[in-house]
């Protein structure tokens, strides 16, 4: 969505799609504005409570299974699982997307890493594809009179034109780009606590082989999990950037992390979206 200044000040029912890698600080100003008249939407919550709960609580269950004690229980129906996902705990999701690698080190097969990857993507394009009825739903059902759309860090690889149109016909699109500092804070971050993250196939291929090759690694199943998605990170944030910034300058608008973090209140962020507007 294209707007003037002038347009989006008059604009009534105001509904915003927060765009960034994790970390640039998307969730934190979703819940800011949560506490005036917006409503959250969170892909990664809707992701995990809606496309992705059943697969999530079948892992749970077959990893519950393991166990003898809790086997018995599960199989007599005396105990239950359910997921406690929440918009600021969303570990289960990550949980399930897992790492790839050596099974004793917690890491999984490439079949069964793929097959989740496939599960995360599809979700991903459902829980976006939702967005047009939530917003219905923020100002009939629950009052709220703006919208903002707080996307995962993946969803510039969805590779999906109609859903990202889709988006841009219903919400303003702002991306959030790191600065140099944010990146090199963002990437230390990931090594020191690596996460499980999404990746194009073609992408996981093409580095896989690179660093089978530049680790002598013969078996996916001798990779340390936790070592190849510290090696990875950078690599994925860096194939990231132009997609963000092609799907920005295609359909909405960026702002800065530095210009992020002098928002602290609805108004200085409206303040910001209005400046983005007119560059």
Known sequence: MKLTRQEFRDWPHKSITLMGMSGVGKTRLANLLRRRHWFHYSGDYRIGTRYLDEPIL??????????????????????????NITVDNLQPVSSFLGKLGNPE???????????????HHAAEVAAMRDVPEFIGKARTIYGYEHFVNDV??????????????????????????????????????????????YYREDFLDSQLREYQQTCS???VAQ??????????????????????????????????????????????????VEDALER
């Open 58 to 83: 079948d892992n749970i269950k077959h990893q519950a299974m393991q166990v003898p004690f809790l086997k018995e229980l599960l199989r007599s129906d005396s105990i239950y699982i359910l997921n």
């Open 217 to 219: 690694i013969e078996y």
């Open 105 to 119: 080190a917690g890491g999984l097969p490439l079949t069964e890493f793929k097959r989740r990857q496939a599960l």
């Open 152 to 197: 995962g860090g993946s969803v510039c690889e969805l590779d999906d034109p109609d859903t990202l149109q889709m988006l841009a016909d219903h919400t303003l699109m702002l991306y959030i780009k790191a600065s140099h500092a944010d990146e090199q804070a963002l990437i230390q971050r990931a090594e020191s606590s690596p996460k499980p993250l």
């Open 223 to 272: 990779i340390d999990p936790d070592d190849f998605v510290r090696w990875m990170f950078p690599r994925l944030f860096r194939s990231r950037i132009p997609r963000y910034e092609a799907i920005a300058r295609e359909y909405g608008y960026t702002v800065t992390t530095d210009e992020l973090a002098k928002v602290h209140t609805e108004e200085d962020f409206l303040a910001l």
